[in-house]
């Protein structure tokens, strides 16, 4: 500013440059309504005006409307500061109030509101609505925010100077404003360069010189004092600054800057988490922290005080910095940050949590072995939330960190530090595993010893799954840690054993029986007596997994000193006592038999006589022999379930194998499969071995399928006897044999299995009764659902093309084909649908066979063809009329309509004409359910087709006048609105009918989904997709035709839709310069869509080495409008920029790269090459 006293008015008034410079800054960001900079330059003009006494009066009066507007043009809101007699309103509103009282004297519950209280509620409202407008001084604060999007970063002390640096001025020029007739004129100057100051440091484009002018101070040598003032005043200007400023002497572990940093309080004040409303919040980071992380080793003693004297906060960021330092600090020097480190294990959020794994591995390494058990027992608790008090309400306590961290935590932090402390760590997993349990179990059962651990912890040592839960993860390693002490230190071994003897949970008998198993020696040998001595129901459970292993053990350890004769004989005799015959007889019910009791009986024998197996002797040695030589396979560990069970997994068998099967007459065979029932099942070995018909069928289909149909004498037999064969199953297993052989291209004998398949669709698929259940195994209620199916499956067998039966057997395949089109099907026909909770007719179609047989009807049709391209396909069209005809037996049903709907083009290409003039029946537009299960199948499984088209209009037509009805089913993943859509807008590609006007159906579509914009987007996105995918050839026509359609999109400016324009970007078959004008002016209309989404610009850097201008103009859009760009990218956009002949596009190319290091998303390095 130059001097107010010494202007000569008589000349016109020349700009210094600092005072161009204020007036550009202003310039970049004033508007029409807010011309700044001539509010600016008015204020000197008028201060250059010594004639008139009240020039500072009127040069104040300027700059404070600049002061107040300013933030309303950074933040781009025209938001009014408030200005309202809040204190007046109040008084308002209280007195309307008391006389609302003496009208409504009864009080207002259930009284009408009449026109005075609604008017008093009114202002009410409007007392809290403009209680909501920001002040002045936020106003003003706001805007620093804005300008300086890194203004978090700075020190918090700092960033409250420069909120209220704003308002201040504004208070100082209030003064100056009221006309005082004597002003300070010296202090006005002060006041206004201040300003002028503010100003520059908020609107100028300075982040990329002040980062060089940073970097060359970092650089010297021997820097002055006064390199360090003005270093401190550069990076207190920006947040950016303050980033860049810490980064570099993080990442040179410059401690030079120590002192400094400390002497101006930069330490003291950590940012706590900031809410952002609705439940949310974010933790900011704290770069001082990452600087003392990187120095530490360098300077410990300082960056310990530090630390300590840094307050408690909720800030986990703050933390991690805390645990970076105590991870470079060496042992003891680390151990002193202990209390910061704890204090951060009771904070609510936890970012990082393997560094306490690190930390444990760390300290443990460097022998700090009690300040690592003391963070180990806050690391391993389990906790929970206050849980209801009723007994059905079970807690879920878990750790601090999740599952995965909480699996490293112990594999790779603990397991070391049990090496070295096995003892204190088995006693800290001891506490935490009892507290888990209680604090998992309800209060009431806390005094038992039932934990359900076989559940949560079927083995104490190790898992099957990769995904263990926390508490099977927390007992593994308690068992670890109790091996170590069991196998490295004997001496406090019975220390241990009398702790874990104290506890009350099952879990921790079971730990003893494992441990013991593992360590069978003099010490234990008395505990292990204790446990097999004191066990009372050897007769009526088996053992569990870890007791079988300590007896194991030690009876081959021991031998027969473990136990003396007279012990083991009365254990031996409780053992073949049991199991109880009546638990099991109530456990088979009416499936009990002695046979099945006594292969129970001599299973559990040698189950609980195996582990005792070495301190066998007599007549128990000679029966477990005994036992031992009616299987081959031994008894492992692994047969013993941790859960203790009776009995076990069902498998089903047959009775008799296919050899044993094959060795029967066909006449025994037969007689065999009929009288056979499921009644016969026993008990075997482990398990319920289900002796059923389902294996009893399959083993029949094997032997038809390899003996019998090869042997012309047993196949007629078979043939000629079909009507004795009395449950459908094996009629099934016999067409499944048969379906084998066509795969296999075997046709002697086709004419025969088709017949038989005739035969089989001569028997009703019965209506379900209520009083009982229809079953292919049923003898009484035969029911030949499956194998009517099982028919269908043959019969597209036959006609698949690599297949392709004989043209011989043409009218018998028409017949059945017939059959199964026209007969009742009882789940069709009594609405019995196959999915429950399901809406889906097309599959229910191909699951029910009438319907599915829809299907073959075309395969027919096709097979035909491919004997004789002109063959007539009258059998199906007159199975099809049949169907459609009001006097058809049975109506179509909804999966029918869904299969017929899809199957249209097909038909259509077998018989155009049929086809068109039974197109209603497809599509039977009075009956809507009907025609929308037909139509959305066409729609979902037919591609767009020129000729259909033609004889569907009117069914587009009618899609979009009920297309809130239509997409209820659930026919594909895909919504049949989008696919209607993309059917529509193929259409108008190929001309079927104008882009706007009364005849386009694609208008129409969008005046349709008006309501559900979504559909709109994903038509634009398929549209990307489909000229992505045409490369760099399209016919110009259909070009012509869908810029025509983009043009008619934008008009709408839709910011939803156009957001996607991104796919139409990469469309190298529409013209580059075309592309990027279309994406630059998209940009401002999404611009809310895209700010915050992760941007990809390999498209744009594509389009650089010819387009530099325009991907320039794009670019800039983006960046200020995403956080979420690659740095690589950037650098390439920028380095073209700043090489353009075009002196505009070299400026706009600074000015991105200013924004982008003022916004702290990149340093000056990350821009430069």
Same mark, same amino acid.
């Given at each position: 500013?130059?001097v107010?006293e010494?202007?000569?008015v008589s000349?016109?008034?020349?700009?210094?440059?600092?005072?161009?410079d204020?007036s550009?800054?202003l310039?970049?960001?004033?508007?029409?309504k807010y011309?700044?900079?001539?509010?600016?330059?008015?204020a000197?003009y008028?201060?250059?005006?010594h004639?008139?006494?009240?020039?500072?009066?009127?040069a104040?009066?300027?700059?404070?409307?600049?002061?107040?507007k300013?933030p309303?043009?950074?933040?781009g809101s025209?938001?009014?500061?408030?200005?309202?007699?809040?204190?007046?309103?109040r008084?308002?509103i209280?007195?309307?109030?008391?006389?609302d009282?003496?009208?409504y004297? !009864?009080?207002?519950?259930?009284?009408?509101?009449d026109?005075?209280l609604?008017?008093?509620?009114?202002?009410?409202?409007?007392?809290f609505?403009?209680?909501?407008l920001?002040t002045?001084?936020?106003?003003?604060?706001?805007?620093?925010?804005t300008?300086?999007?890194?203004a978090?970063?700075?020190?918090?002390?700092i960033?409250?100077?420069?909120?209220?640096?704003?308002?201040?001025?504004?208070?100082?020029?209030e @003064?100056?404003?009221?006309?005082?007739?004597n002003?300070?004129?010296?202090e006005?100057?002060?006041?206004?360069?201040e300003l002028e100051?503010?100003?520059?440091?908020?609107?100028?484009?300075?982040t990329?010189q002040?980062?060089e002018?940073i970097?060359?101070?970092?650089?010297h040598p021997d820097?002055?004092?006064?390199?360090?003032?003005?270093?401190?005043?550069?990076?207190?200007?920006?947040?950016a600054?303050?980033?860049?400023?810490?980064q570099q002497?993080?990442?040179?572990?410059?401690?030079?800057?120590?002192?400094?940093?400390?002497?101006?309080?930069?330490?003291?004040?950590p940012?706590?988490?900031?809410?952002?409303?609705?439940?949310?919040?974010?933790?900011?980071f704290?770069w001082?922290i990452?600087?003392?992380?990187?120095?530490?080793?360098?300077?410990?003693?300082?960056?310990? !005080?530090?630390? #300590?004297?840094?307050?408690?906060?909720?800030n986990?960021?703050?933390y991690?910095?805390?645990?970076d330092?105590?991870l470079?600090?060496?042992?003891?020097?680390s151990?002193?940050?202990?209390?910061?480190i704890l204090?951060?294990?009771?904070i609510d959020?936890q970012?990082?949590?393997?560094?306490?794994t690190e930390?444990?591995?760390?300290?443990?390494?460097?022998n700090?072995?009690?300040?690592?058990?003391e963070?180990?027992?806050?690391l391993?608790?389990f906790?929970?939330?206050?849980q209801?008090?009723d007994?059905?309400?079970?807690?879920?306590?878990l750790?601090?960190v999740?599952?995965?961290d909480y699996?490293d935590?112990?594999?790779?932090?603990?397991?070391?530090?049990?090496?070295?402390?096995?003892?204190?760590?088995?006693?800290?997993l001891?506490?935490?595993?009892?507290?888990?349990?209680r604090?998992?179990?309800?209060?009431?059962?806390?005094?038992?010893?039932?934990?359900?651990?076989?559940?949560?912890c079927?083995?104490l040592?190790?898992s099957?799954?990769d995904h263990?839960?926390? !508490?099977?993860?927390l007992?593994?390693t308690?068992t670890?840690?109790?091996?170590?002490?069991?196998e490295?230190?004997p001496d406090?071994m019975?220390?241990?054993?009398k702790?874990?003897r104290?506890?009350?949970w099952?879990i921790?008998?079971?730990?003893?029986?494992?441990?013991?198993a593992?360590?069978?020696?003099?010490?234990?040998?008395p505990?292990?007596r204790?446990?097999?001595l004191?066990?009372?129901?050897?007769?009526?459970?088996q053992?569990?997994?870890e007791?079988?292993?300590?007896?194991?053990?030690a009876?081959?350890?021991f031998?027969?000193t473990?136990?003396?004769?007279?012990?083991r004989?009365?254990?031996?005799?409780?053992?073949c006592?049991g199991?109880?015959k009546?638990d099991?007889?109530?456990?088979?019910?009416?499936?009990?038999?002695?046979e099945?009791?006594?292969?129970h009986?001599?299973d559990?024998? @040698?189950r609980?006589?195996?582990?005792?197996?070495?301190?066998?002797?007599?007549?128990y040695e000679?029966?477990f022999?005994e036992?031992?030589?009616e299987v081959?396979?031994?008894?492992?560990?692994?047969d013993y379930?941790?859960?203790?069970a009776?009995?076990?997994?069902v +498998?089903?068998?047959?009775?008799?194998?296919?050899e044993?099967l094959?060795?029967l007459?066909?006449e025994?065979?037969?007689s065999?499969?009929?009288?056979? !029932?499921e009644?016969?099942?026993?008990?075997?070995?482990d398990g319920?071995?289900?002796?059923?018909?389902?294996a009893?069928?399959e083993?029949?289909q094997t032997i038809?399928?390899?003996?019998i149909?090869?042997?012309?004498n047993?196949?007629?037999?078979?043939?000629?006897?079909?009507e004795?064969i009395?449950?459908?199953i094996?009629?099934?297993?016999m067409?499944?044999?048969?379906?084998?052989?066509?795969?296999?291209?075997?046709?002697?004998?086709?004419?025969?299995?088709?017949?038989?398949?005739?035969w089989?669709?001569?028997?009703p698929?019965?209506?379900?009764?209520?009083?009982?259940?229809?079953?292919?195994k049923?003898?009484?209620?035969?029911?030949?659902?499956?194998a009517?199916?099982e028919i269908?499956?043959?019969i597209?067998?036959?006609l698949?093309?690599e297949?392709?039966?004989?043209i011989?057997?043409?009218?018998q395949?028409?017949?059945?084909?017939?059959?199964l089109?026209?007969?009742?099907?009882?789940r069709l026909?009594?609405?019995?649908?196959?999915f #429950?909770?399901?809406?889906?007719?097309?599959a229910e179609?191909?699951?029910?066979?009438?319907?599915?047989?829809?299907?073959? #009807?075309?395969?027919?049709?096709?097979?035909?063809?491919?004997?004789?391209?002109g063959?007539?396909?009258?059998?199906i069209t007159?199975?099809?009329?049949? @169907?459609?005809s009001?006097?058809?037996?049975?109506?179509?049903t909804?999966p029918?309509?869904?299969?017929?709907g899809? +199957?249209?083009h097909?038909i259509?290409?077998?018989?155009t004409?049929?086809?068109?003039?039974?197109?209603?029946?497809?599509?039977?537009q009075?009956?809507?359910?009907?025609?929308?299960?037909a139509?959305?199948?066409?729609?979902?499984y037919?591609?767009p087709f020129?000729p259909?088209?033609?004889i569907?209009?009117?069914?587009?037509?009618?899609?979009l006048?009920n297309?809130?009805?239509f997409g209820?089913?659930?026919i594909?993943?895909?919504?049949?609105?989008?696919?209607?859509?993309?059917?529509l807008?193929?259409?108008?590609?190929?001309d079927?009918?104008?882009?706007?006007?009364?005849?386009s159906l694609?208008?129409?579509f969008?005046?349709?989904?008006?309501?559900? @914009?979504?559909?709109?987007?994903?038509?634009?996105n398929?549209?990307?997709?489909?000229?992505q995918?045409?490369g760099?050839?399209?016919?110009?026509?259909?070009?012509?035709k869908?810029?025509?359609?983009?043009?008619?999109?934008?008009e709408q400016?839709?910011?939803t839709?156009?957001q996607?324009?991104?796919?139409?970007?990469?469309?190298?078959?529409l013209?580059?310069e075309?592309?990027?004008d279309?994406?630059?002016?998209?940009?401002?209309?999404?611009?809310?869509?895209?700010r915050?989404k992760?941007?990809?610009?390999e498209t744009?850097?594509?389009?650089l080495?010819?387009?530099?201008?325009?991907?320039?103009e794009?670019f800039?859009?983006?960046a200020a409008?995403?956080?979420?760009?690659?740095?690589?990218?950037?650098?390439?956009i920028l380095?073209?920029g700043?090489?353009?002949?075009d002196e505009?596009?070299?400026?706009?190319?600074? #000015?991105?790269r200013?924004?982008?290091l003022?916004s702290?998303?990149?340093?000056?390095p990350?821009l430069?090459d």
């Amino acid at each position: 500013m130059q001097v107010i006293e010494n202007r000569n008015v008589s000349e016109p008034r020349v700009l210094i440059p600092w005072e161009r410079d204020i007036s550009d800054a202003l310039r970049s960001k004033e508007t029409e309504k807010y011309p700044l900079s001539q509010w600016y330059l008015g204020a000197l003009y008028a201060l250059d005006n010594h004639y008139n006494p009240d020039r500072i009066a009127q040069a104040a009066h300027s700059l404070r409307e600049l002061i107040e507007k300013l933030p309303r043009v950074v933040q781009g809101s025209d938001v009014q500061t408030d200005t309202t007699d809040f204190k007046g309103m109040r008084r308002s509103i209280n007195n309307r109030i008391s006389k609302d009282k003496e009208r409504y004297s !009864e009080g207002w519950k259930n009284k009408k509101i009449d026109a005075r209280l609604d008017k008093t509620l009114r202002k009410i409202e409007n007392y809290f609505e403009r209680n909501q407008l920001p002040t002045r001084d936020e106003q003003m604060q706001q805007a620093v925010a804005t300008v300086d999007p890194m203004a978090n970063s700075l020190d918090s002390e700092i960033r409250e100077r420069k909120r209220k640096q704003l308002h201040r001025l504004w208070k100082r020029l209030e @003064r100056f404003a009221h006309h005082n007739n004597n002003p300070d004129v010296e202090e006005f100057g002060n006041c206004l360069k201040e300003l002028e100051n503010t100003i520059f440091d908020l609107l100028a484009p300075i982040t990329a010189q002040n980062q060089e002018e940073i970097l060359t101070i970092l650089r010297h040598p021997d820097r002055s004092e006064n390199d360090v003032e003005r270093m401190f005043s550069l990076i207190e200007r920006r947040g950016a600054n303050s980033v860049f400023f810490f980064q570099q002497i993080a990442e040179t572990t410059d401690v030079s800057w120590l002192f400094e940093l400390e002497k101006r309080d930069y330490f003291k004040h950590p940012p706590s988490v900031e809410p952002i409303g609705d439940g949310q919040v974010i933790f900011p980071f704290w770069w001082p922290i990452r600087y003392l992380a990187k120095i530490s080793s360098q300077a410990p003693d300082e960056v310990i !005080e530090i630390v #300590l004297q840094l307050p408690k906060i909720d800030n986990p960021r703050v933390y991690d910095g805390i645990l970076d330092i105590a991870l470079e600090l060496q042992g003891e020097q680390s151990e002193k940050l202990k209390r910061k480190i704890l204090e951060y294990t009771g904070i609510d959020y936890q970012f990082l949590p393997h560094k306490y794994t690190e930390l444990l591995i760390h300290w443990t390494a460097e022998n700090q072995t009690p300040v690592a058990l003391e963070l180990l027992k806050v690391l391993v608790a389990f906790t929970t939330k206050p849980q209801s008090t009723d007994q059905d309400t079970l807690p879920d306590p878990l750790p601090r960190v999740d599952l995965w961290d909480y699996q490293d935590l112990m594999s790779e932090g603990v397991h070391p530090l049990t090496k070295k402390a096995p003892y204190q760590v088995a006693l800290i997993l001891i506490d935490t595993t009892a507290n888990m349990i209680r604090l998992r179990t309800h209060p009431v059962d806390r005094d038992k010893e039932e934990d359900q651990s076989e559940f949560w912890c079927q083995q104490l040592h190790k898992s099957d799954s990769d995904h263990r839960a926390p !508490e099977e993860t927390l007992v593994h390693t308690l068992t670890f840690a109790c091996k170590e002490v069991f196998e490295k230190s004997p001496d406090i071994m019975e220390d241990l054993n009398k702790i874990l003897r104290k506890q009350h949970w099952k879990i921790f008998k079971r730990l003893r029986y494992y441990l013991y198993a593992q360590y069978p020696n003099k010490k234990t040998k008395p505990w292990i007596r204790e446990l097999i001595l004191e066990r009372k129901d050897y007769h009526e459970w088996q053992h569990t997994y870890e007791f079988q292993q300590m007896i194991r053990s030690a009876c081959e350890y021991f031998g027969e000193t473990l136990l003396t004769k007279e012990e083991r004989t009365q254990i031996f005799e409780a053992i073949c006592s049991g199991p109880p015959k009546d638990d099991f007889r109530e456990r088979m019910d009416e499936n009990f038999t002695e046979e099945s009791f006594q292969q129970h009986q001599r299973d559990f024998h @040698r189950r609980q006589l195996t582990p005792f197996a070495s301190a066998l002797f007599g007549k128990y040695e000679t029966y477990f022999r005994e036992l031992e030589g009616e299987v081959s396979a031994p008894i492992s560990d692994e047969d013993y379930q941790p859960i203790r069970a009776r009995f076990g997994s069902v +498998s089903n068998h047959s009775p008799r194998s296919s050899e044993d099967l094959a060795i029967l007459s066909d006449e025994m065979l037969l007689s065999y499969i009929n009288e056979w !029932e499921e009644e016969d099942r026993f008990y075997k070995n482990d398990g319920f071995i289900d002796i059923n018909i389902e294996a009893l069928a399959e083993e029949f289909q094997t032997i038809f399928k390899d003996s019998i149909i090869s042997d012309p004498n047993k196949l007629r037999f078979w043939m000629e006897n079909c009507e004795k064969i009395e449950r459908p199953i094996y009629v099934q297993a016999m067409i499944s044999a048969m379906q084998a052989h066509v795969k296999a291209k075997h046709f002697g004998k086709l004419d025969e299995w088709l017949t038989f398949c005739e035969w089989v669709l001569s028997h009703p698929n019965w209506e379900h009764e209520r009083d009982y259940r229809r079953s292919d195994k049923s003898r009484e209620y035969p029911d030949w659902t499956k194998a009517r199916r099982e028919i269908s499956d043959f019969i597209g067998a036959c006609l698949e093309e690599e297949v392709n039966v004989p043209i011989t057997t043409r009218e018998q395949l028409a017949k059945l084909l017939e059959m199964l089109c026209t007969q009742f099907d009882w789940r069709l026909d009594e609405n019995r649908p196959v999915f #429950l909770n399901q809406h889906n007719p097309y599959a229910e179609g191909i699951n029910n066979t009438r319907s599915r047989a829809l299907q073959d #009807l075309v395969k027919f049709g096709f097979w035909l063809r491919r004997h004789d391209s002109g063959a007539n396909i009258s059998e199906i069209t007159t199975i099809l009329e049949k @169907r459609f005809s009001p006097e058809t037996e049975h109506s179509l049903t909804l999966p029918e309509y869904a299969i017929l709907g899809r +199957s249209l083009h097909y038909i259509f290409s077998l018989d155009t004409v049929w086809a068109a003039k039974h197109k209603s029946d497809f599509f039977p537009q009075e009956t809507l359910s009907a025609w929308s299960a037909a139509f959305e199948s066409f729609i979902n499984y037919s591609q767009p087709f020129k000729p259909l088209f033609e004889i569907l209009q009117d069914d587009f037509n009618f899609a979009l006048q009920n297309l809130s009805n239509f997409g209820n089913y659930e026919i594909s993943r895909r919504k049949p609105i989008d696919i209607l859509g993309q059917h529509l807008f193929t259409y108008y590609l190929w001309d079927m009918y104008p882009l706007k006007g009364m005849e386009s159906l694609l208008e129409r579509f969008y005046e349709q989904t008006d309501s559900n @914009r979504e559909h709109r987007t994903n038509l634009f996105n398929y549209v990307g997709r489909f000229l992505q995918k045409n490369g760099e050839h399209l016919n110009q026509s259909l070009i012509d035709k869908i810029i025509t359609f983009f043009e008619w999109r934008f008009e709408q400016r839709e910011p939803t839709e156009l957001q996607s324009f991104t796919l139409w970007l990469e469309a190298e078959c529409l013209e580059a310069e075309w592309r990027l004008d279309t994406y630059s002016e998209i940009l401002n209309v999404c611009e809310n869509e895209i700010r915050g989404k992760p941007t990809r610009l390999e498209t744009l850097c594509d389009m650089l080495p010819d387009h530099t201008p325009k991907v320039i103009e794009c670019f800039a859009k983006i960046a200020a409008n995403t956080p979420y760009i690659l740095a690589e990218e950037v650098r390439a956009i920028l380095k073209a920029g700043r090489e353009s002949t075009d002196e505009s596009v070299r400026s706009k190319t600074e #000015l991105i790269r200013e924004n982008l290091l003022n916004s702290g998303r990149f340093v000056l390095p990350d821009l430069d090459d």
